[in-house]
């Protein structure tokens, strides 16, 4: 069974702060890629990377940061919290080829105050 | 203009009801065209993906794509409570584009 795990579900965190989210993935995938979701506004790709120690900005990657140190896992960083980063953070990978089926994690719900 | 355009609704539908649920988009690049199902608390999962345009069917899903009118549409047959869930359309060029997603509650 195909599995992409998150760090935490949830997550509260204060103005200013720097927040790592973590991903991992169990099937040995090329592509993982970090996502936001808010209502009315759909899934917005910020950061997603090819290979270990690349990465490529996606479509709203203001504010956040990357790093992929070992195939399986990709970390996104928000370097100060502010508080229109509050959102739902979900995590994608796939084999290669971007029309492959992407595989999520179950989220992580960051609220910033 | 956003890329690809979803009815957030919500919807609300009866059970045995057939859900129809669409995207219009204005990238003519994109080629492959997905709808992926969200579970509440859960991440999406990809539930048909087509390519051409035409129907696509499976078991009680159809996926439509119009390429000339720019327009996708999924269809859900005999719908069941179990099928209560946000649905996104996706698609791709060298990346995938999602909609918005629409909520569909089907009451027992």
């Known amino acids: 069974d195909v599995k992409v795990t998150q760090s935490s579900r949830y997550l509260v965190k204060r103005t200013g702060e720097k927040v790592f989210l973590e991903c991992v993935q169990d099937?040995?995938?090329?592509?993982m890629f970090w996502y936001r979701q808010d209502p009315g506004l759909g899934l917005r790709l910020i950061y997603f990377s090819y290979d270990v120690k690349m990465k490529e900005k996606g479509d709203i990657p203001e504010g956040y940061s990357v790093s992929r140190e070992k195939k399986e896992r990709f970390s996104l960083i928000l370097e100060s919290a502010s508080t229109n980063q509050t959102s739902m953070y979900l995590c994608?990978?796939?084999?290669?080829?971007?029309?492959?089926?992407?595989?999520f994690g179950p989220g992580t719900r960051l609220t910033v105050l | 203009q956003k890329e690809v355009e979803q009815d957030p609704g919500p919807l609300s539908v009866p059970e045995g009801a057939i859900v129809s649920l669409n995207c219009t988009y204005s990238?003519?690049?994109?080629?492959?065209f997905m709808w992926y199902r969200q579970y509440s608390r859960k991440g999406p999962e990809l539930l048909m993906y087509t390519y051409s345009s035409g129907n696509k069917e499976d078991g009680r899903f159809t996926a439509q794509v119009d390429k000339s009118s720019k327009y996708i549409s999924l269809f859900i047959r005999d719908s069941q409570p179990s099928d209560s869930a946000t649905y996104l359309c996706a698609m791709y060029d060298y990346k995938l584009s999602f909609g918005a997603g629409t909520t569909v509650t089907v009451r027992a």
């Open positions: 994608a990978s796939t084999s290669t080829g971007g029309t492959d089926t992407q595989y």
């Open positions: 099937m040995d995938h090329e592509n």
């Open positions: 990238n003519s690049a994109f080629q492959y």
